[in-house]
């Protein structure tokens, strides 16, 4: 079904998943109109909040610093509503985001990933592109947006701890970060009052197609305890699982990232809490100001891929291999691996020296849906009829809470916005079957969870 002509709404909706995508998805259905008479049912396989969905967590960057003009615009759009009471009040902080890279050939700075200049382009263009939009270059003290910061002792003085990261940057003052969860449950509670939705608590086994081979429709999804649910119009928005329950090898891949929390005192919590966020684009390593007295250590990388064999959810009788997560549901004691520890300890003691050697009281993977290029896919299946696709997040999709909603239904109805006609649209399947995001991703590329996990013990370096 093509994503450019007027679709009409259908009688009945099952949106699979809610996360980011499905449950902004729900909530701009249950408002906008043209759905009035639909039928809408939101499926998740826990109640909600879901404690291993990637957007539950403590904090996450909400920034309009995008390479990219057509995502940088729509973060943008996205601020505005994270400013108001509505989304905002109590969950968005904006004390800024520093944005800074290493100079071209300083050896360890890319952690091993290759991708020092790819970091370096992408801070360019989203400094470009945040002017663009405009905001003012100049100091803080002055009411400027936005400060160039052109050495380290620079990067080092907009922090209240002498720390800092990288050669040369700039800071945005209109950025700033989310409570994550708080966020989720405030949209969940939003959906709640539309008394549109109604809520399922199930696990999906497989899509519903309307034919054994898989070829024709598909209607709805069939759960572990054998029931069906059965819609005119399947959303699938499963985030990483999504390649569960569709061949996604070449297009899409769940990918493991590294988040490591301290705690804090109360006068460490009050003083760190005033500063930006500082983001190395060379390492991918970022902290995120602290919030009840914990502090989060997080990696934006190539992350680990878990191999797991599946039968083939669109050929029955076949067997795949495809990345899938693991979480602590599956496994209690899944911490990172040994080398992501390592990262996170060497960009403590850089980003806040005072606090190099404090211990890590709990670590968790989040996991990613990457796509190639990270674009995400919100699109009609090519092939399927009866199923729209929400995912790829390529773990940049929580900042657009306020608005991606908004933006997939529009897709839904067939008026994708001209911007992303061909980012959104459904990718083609690429050479490898594992996919590996290439923008400014730290970390090596093409690790392997178990491998990973194993080799810690070899490695001696006391953290």
């Known amino acids: 079904m093509s994503d450019s002509h007027p679709v009409p709404p259908p009688k009945s909706i099952l949106i699979l998943g809610s996360g980011v995508f499905g449950l902004s998805t729900a909530y701009s259905l249950a408002t906008n109109p043209s759905f009035q008479d639909t039928k809408i049912t939101l499926l998740d396989r826990f109640p909600f909040l879901a404690p291993d969905a990637a957007s539950i967590d403590s904090s996450r960057i909400v920034r309009a610093d995008y390479a990219d003009l057509a995502y940088a615009s729509l973060a943008h759009e996205a601020q505005v509503k994270w400013r108001t009471g509505e989304y905002g009040e109590g969950v968005y902080n904006e004390t800024g985001l520093a944005l800074v890279v290493a100079k071209a050939g300083r050896e360890g700075e890319t952690d091993g990933s290759g991708n020092g200049e790819l970091g370096r382009e992408y801070m360019r263009k989203s400094l470009e592109n945040v002017q663009n939009l405009g905001m003012r270059v100049g100091t803080k003290e002055d009411g400027a947006d936005i400060t160039v910061l052109e050495n380290r002792a620079q990067i080092e003085s907009i922090t209240t701890c002498g720390g800092g990261s990288g050669d040369f940057g700039y800071a945005n003052w ?11 449950a405030r949209l969940h509670r939003l959906v709640e009052e539309t008394g549109r939705v109604e809520r399922k608590q199930g696990e999906v086994r497989r899509l519903l197609f309307s034919s054994a ?4 429709k598909v209607e709805g999804a069939e759960l572990i305890d054998g029931s069906f ?3 005119d119009l399947t959303v699938l928005a499963t985030g990483a699982w999504t390649p569960k329950f569709l061949d996604l090898r070449g297009i899409a891949s769940a990918t493991g990232q590294i988040l490591a929390y301290t705690e804090l005192s109360q006068e460490e919590q009050d003083r760190l809490g005033k500063n930006p966020t500082l983001l190395n ?3 991918g390593m970022f902290i995120i100001p602290p919030q009840g007295r914990v502090l989060k250590v997080a990696r934006h990388g190539y ?3 878990n191999p797991t064999t599946i039968s083939n959810p669109e050929k029955p009788g076949e067997t795949i291999t495809v990345s899938l997560p693991r979480t602590k549901q599956d496994d209690p004691n899944l911490g990172i691996a040994e080398e992501g520890l390592q990262a996170c300890r060497k960009a403590l003691r850089e980003m806040i020296p005072e606090l190099g050697d404090r211990p890590f009281t709990y670590t968790r993977i989040c996991w990613y849906t990457d796509t190639a290029n990270g674009d995400w896919i919100v699109s009609y299946h090519p092939r399927y009829q009866g199923l729209f696709v929400a995912t ?3 773990g940049h999709a929580f900042k657009f ?7 997939i239904v529009e897709c839904i109805l067939g008026k994708t916005p001209e911007a992303f006609k061909n980012k959104w649209s459904f990718p083609q399947r690429g050479a490898e079957d ?4 290439e923008d400014w991703r730290g970390g090596k590329r093409g690790m392997i969870l178990d491998e990973e996990l194993k080799r810690g013990s070899k490695i001696s370096e006391k953290l």
């Open 174 to 184: 209109r950025s700033g970060w989310a409570d994550a969860e708080k966020a989720m």
């Open 213 to 216: 081979d898989a070829t024709d």
């Open 229 to 231: 649910l059965r819609a």
């Open 281 to 283: 684009e060379s390492t």
């Open 303 to 305: 992350g680990y891929a």
């Open 392 to 394: 790829g997040g390529s």
């Open 401 to 407: 809470l306020p608005v991606v909603g908004d933006q």
């Open 434 to 437: 594992q996919v590996w995001t």
